[in-house]
């Protein structure tokens, strides 16, 4: 048996040991966790590369892993007291020396009960082995590292067999993609929905796909600085040059042909604008379009089809509406190129060329029906359609191979001068709906045949009052009670004429 | 200790359990409730204990017409010599170092409070005198867990006043034939006095010096809260199957208990094993199971061992 001081040094010194044991493994444990997360940041650069990780978030996690460590370190310091405990465990000495040592440090000594326990205490501390008791092994935190610097080796070696080249640029998923299905051809094609079934003609298969397009105006948004509206044709545009049909030239109005299929659209309910300005110039029967019955059908074609291309229909209409205003503010007649074609029409009634020609190729590619046209047959519109550049467009066929027009610059990427030319444009044009919608006078065209009578008031919204005779006739239909009374009638304002 | 043990065992064979539980329960001065099937030697161990240790015994049989007075004592009228008659203390059975409380469950509960008071309080009152008990005073009770009609449970709160509640089993094969052969042979074991009051006085003394670390008193917290199912560190298997939990007594009783076992096993120092080791009598009559641990013939051992096999020895 030691005595009393022996004894306290010795307990003293063995629970000091094994802390500073203690101290080291839980270390070593920390050490090991920082690392972990450090190297978990390695592996993220690898696999995602530098554009998806940056070498600041590296940063970030080596100092997140050093933090981390410290502090768990800091927090799992033992005490000296639990130290004892942990000894008691492990050499099963039934809390002899936590006991002792407790008396011993933290309390008054407990008295020669405490003192014979100190002695006992020191003489089990002597025959035990603070190493074998608390031995320095690998702790589980140093199982991750090891599963992380696994990953990393495995992830440079993988990422360096694909590409030689030290760049951590691009992810290794990508990389990945195209070791195993070769270089990526349309990225964007799943984005598009497909297009309605449309007959295919020799201009359109030879004119590149939209989405073709979209990625060479985006490479080119890309690399090349904006260029001026004229000079915005790209090699793609001239490879289809079987679809560059001359448009009529108008002044500050720019052309994109990147925007060919959305031109179609875009001149086909240009055409409906353009038609329905024809109409109010020319009121008479000669220049009326196409039959209603005939335009009804492309107008649903043309709403199933905006319905499906929603995602472009905002640009589409930005182009549109560009195109329109700056068709407004021009004369008609004044300086737009003569079609190539000069195929009459029947509603060809002024004598001034280019008008005509506007009115015929409008004419052919209008909702008819709107436009109180007459006569436009879908073979002369078609032929329009290809001869004039306008965008008029068979009904039938709503703007395929089309060549696009400056409209289609309108793609998102406008500036902000072009923004408000658009916005004055519709301003603009708003006022020129606004008045010619008091212009209108409901003047009715009645034809009257000898087996069936109609009356078509295509571009009167109101109903045309006849309280004089004391009836109401609607625009759209006439009801069958007063047929027989307006025929008369009619046929005595014929009589009279 | 181990003298008185190894003359106990001269007469019982095996047991050892009871013997300690009941050596610890003289030791800490509190008392025991044996409870087995008749025939197992609970009565022959206390009178062997007394004579080992030259104390006092007597036996109570409880009846169910066994009045306070037959057990506490009675006031007697006395004639002196010279012709004057005066009341006098006679006192009971419960006078004596050890009482042996045979089958206490089936007296009366007004008998059995009598006793129970005799045993917290340590001293009895008559009239307007109050007699103390000699210390040590340890009672044995002992239950019949078989014959239970006619019977009057012990409440729970007089339960609590047991130090200890200890299960005596049956003996093995072997014991049992050192039992036939000792109960044939002719010559009896004679059992020595080996430990005198003073001296069990002074082990009494030394228990309450025994060494008691916190970590180690916390244990004894710390399982006694488990298994109160509305505390918020109540055990799973508590909230289970617990209607109501050990009282603070409890956790008295495993510290006290725990010197002693250390005592006996001759450390200075409470460990975390006497704990565990004492859980189960010190605890086991201290709780209250509920239905569903009826109803699955849960016993409140089985539900102390559950909580003990998974309570940790330190704090997380």
Not at chain 2, 233 to 245: C, E, F, L, P, S
Not at chain 2, 288 to 302: R, V
């Amino acid at each position: 048996m030691l005595d009393s001081s022996a004894s306290e040094n010795r307990l003293e010194a063995v629970v000091l040991n094994g802390r500073r044991r203690l101290l080291v493994q839980t270390a070593m444990r920390d050490a090991l966790l920082a690392s972990a997360i450090a190297m978990g940041g390695v592996a993220a650069l690898l696999a995602l590369g530098t554009g998806y990780f940056p070498p600041v978030l590296l940063g970030l996690f080596v100092a997140a892993g050093i933090t981390a460590g410290v502090l768990r370190w800091r927090r799992s310091q033992p005490r000296p007291y639990d130290v004892a405990q942990l000894l008691d465990r492990r050499w099963q000495t039934d809390d002899q020396v936590s006991t002792a040592y407790y008396f011993l440090k933290e309390s008054d000594k407990g008295g020669p009960i405490a003192e014979q326990q100190r002695a006992r205490a020191a003489t089990l501390a002597a025959s035990g082995d603070v190493v074998a008791a608390l031995p320095l092994r690998l702790p589980h935190a140093g199982w991750g590292a090891l599963a992380m610097l696994a990953l990393i080796a495995l992830l440079f070696v993988v990422r360096y067999s694909l590409q030689p080249a030290l760049s951590l640029e691009q992810p290794l998923a990508a990389m990945l993609k195209e070791a195993l299905l070769g270089p990526d051809e349309q990225p964007n094609a799943g984005l598009l929905q497909p297009e309605p079934a449309r007959p295919q003609t020799g201009d359109e298969e030879a004119a590149p796909s939209l989405s073709e397009e979209a990625e060479t105006r985006d490479a080119e948004t890309r690399t090349e600085p904006p260029a001026p509206p004229d000079a915005a044709q790209t090699p793609a545009d001239q490879d289809a040059e079987p679809l560059n049909v001359e448009i009529p030239e108008v002044e500050g109005l720019s052309v994109d042909e990147s925007y060919g299929d959305e031109m179609d659209y875009n001149s086909l309910v240009d055409g409906e604008q353009q038609g329905q300005q024809q109409g109010e110039k020319h009121d008479s029967p000669s220049d009326a379009g196409t039959p209603s019955d005939q335009a009804s059908a492309p107008n649903q074609e043309n709403e199933a089809w905006n319905q499906e291309n929603d995602s472009l229909l905002d640009r589409l209409k930005d182009a549109f509406e560009n195109m329109l205003s700056k068709l407004n503010m021009e004369p008609q007649g004044g300086s737009q190129q003569p079609s190539e074609s000069e195929s009459p029409s029947d509603g060809e009634s002024t004598g001034e060329k280019a008008e005509a020609a506007e009115g015929q190729a409008q004419g052919g590619a209008s909702d008819a029906g709107e436009a109180q046209m007459e006569g436009g047959e879908p073979g002369e519109a078609s032929s329009q359609q290809v001869s004039q550049g306008e965008g008029g467009n068979n009904s039938d066929q709503p703007g395929e191979g089309q060549p696009s027009s400056a409209a289609g610059g309108n793609d998102g990427s406008k500036d902000a001068a072009e923004q408000a030319a658009i916005e004055e444009a519709m301003g603009k044009l708003e006022e020129l709906y606004s008045r010619r919608a008091e212009e209108m006078k409901g003047e009715v065209m009645i034809e009257t045949e000898t087996a069936q009578q109609s009356a078509r008031t295509p571009y009167q919204p109101q109903d045309s009052g006849h309280q004089d005779l004391g009836g109401t006739v609607s625009r759209d239909a006439i009801p069958l009670a007063y047929q027989a009374y307006i025929k008369s009638y009619f046929e005595n304002l014929r009589t009279k004429n | 200790m181990q003298l008185v043990r190894d003359e106990i065992g001269k007469v019982i064979v095996g047991h050892d359990n009871v013997v300690e539980g009941v050596l610890t329960a003289l030791v800490a001065g509190g008392h025991v409730l044996l409870e087995g099937v008749p025939g197992l030697g609970k009565t022959t161990l206390l009178r062997t204990l007394s004579r080992a240790m030259h104390l006092d015994y007597s036996r109570i049989q409880f009846t169910p017409d066994l009045m306070p007075a037959d057990i506490l004592g009675s006031m007697m009228m006395e004639t002196d010599g010279a012709g004057s008659k005066q009341l006098r203390f006679q006192p009971g059975p419960v006078f004596a170092h050890l009482v042996l409380a045979d089958e206490i469950n089936r007296a009366t509960p007004r008998t059995q409070s009598a006793l129970l008071e005799a045993m917290q309080e340590r001293t009895v009152t008559s009239g307007t005198t109050t007699h103390s008990l000699e210390d040590p005073f340890l009672v044995m009770a002992t239950q019949n867990p078989l014959e239970m009609e006619g019977t009057y449970p012990l409440p729970e709160a007089q339960l609590d006043r047991f130090l200890q509640k200890i299960i005596v089993g049956y003996p093995t094969q072997e014991e049992m034939v050192t039992i036939v052969d000792r109960t044939m042979s002719a010559d009896q074991p004679k059992v020595e006095q080996v430990v005198n009051r003073e001296q069990i006085l002074d082990m009494r003394r030394a228990a309450q010096q025994v060494l008691v670390a916190p970590h180690v008193r916390d244990y004894a917290i710390r399982f006694v809260l488990a298994t109160q199912p509305e505390h918020a560190t109540a055990h799973t298997v508590a909230k289970k199957y617990i209607r109501y939990g050990s009282s603070p007594r409890g956790a008295q009783a495993l510290v006290q208990c725990g010197r002693v076992r250390a005592l006996i096993r001759g450390r200075l120092n409470v460990s975390i094993g006497d704990l565990r080791a004492l859980c189960t009598p010190a605890l086991r009559h201290r709780i209250i199971l509920n239905f569903d641990a009826h109803a699955e013939g849960k016993t409140s051992d089985q539900v102390l061992t559950a909580i003990l096999d998974s309570m940790p020895d330190t704090e997380a």
